[in-house]
């Protein structure tokens, strides 16, 4: 008989927590629908670029003129 109840006690906390969790999850997607991503706030956002992206250096690399220093020296 009590081995009956353990068994039953277990069943019953297994089904209430998978309930739980399933009420969690509808609730949290439903908080995630009514959140909108894309709007932002006045004022906060993205600041624009006003200058173009910064560019590599021309010439060779600044390495290169010790290696050729060093095969050089050879």
């Not at 039953?8 to 997607?29: M, S």
């Not at 600041?47 to 173009?52: C, H, K, Q």
């Amino acid at each position: 008989m009590e081995t009956a109840a353990t068994v039953a006690v277990i069943i019953f906390v297994i089904i209430a927590g998978t309930f739980l969790i399933h009420r969690l999850n509808a609730q949290h997607d439903e908080r995630i629908g009514a959140f909108r991503y894309s709007d932002t706030l006045p004022g906060i956002g993205r600041r624009t670029r006003r200058s173009p992206r910064a560019t590599a250096p021309k010439g060779p690399p600044a390495d290169a003129a010790r290696r050729e220093h060093r095969e050089g020296s050879r």
